[in-house]
């Protein structure tokens, strides 16, 4: 569903629109019946693996080493 709104209404009733948007309307926001921004909702990005080949390099590759790990490197 799509919706266009003037600012004035908008400034009642944002979180509906904002719900509305989450839900996966279009909502558009309009000034003097033109349009300027649309609503989307934000997605959260996908946590990428470390390194070139996922599955290969854990994330225990990341975290400090023990000391007796760094003992050896020295």
Do not use: H, Y
Not at 3 to 29: H, M, P, R, T
């Amino acid at each position: 569903m799509s919706q266009q709104v003037n600012i004035q209404q908008a400034k009642g009733c944002l979180s509906q629109l904002v719900a509305a948007a989450e839900g996966g309307d279009q909502v558009i926001i309009a000034r003097r019946g033109q349009p300027i921004v649309k609503l989307i909702p934000v997605t959260q990005a996908e946590r990428r693996q470390l390194g070139f080949m996922p599955g290969i390099v854990t994330d225990a590759a990341a975290e400090p080493l023990s000391d007796d790990d760094a003992e050896l490197w020295q």
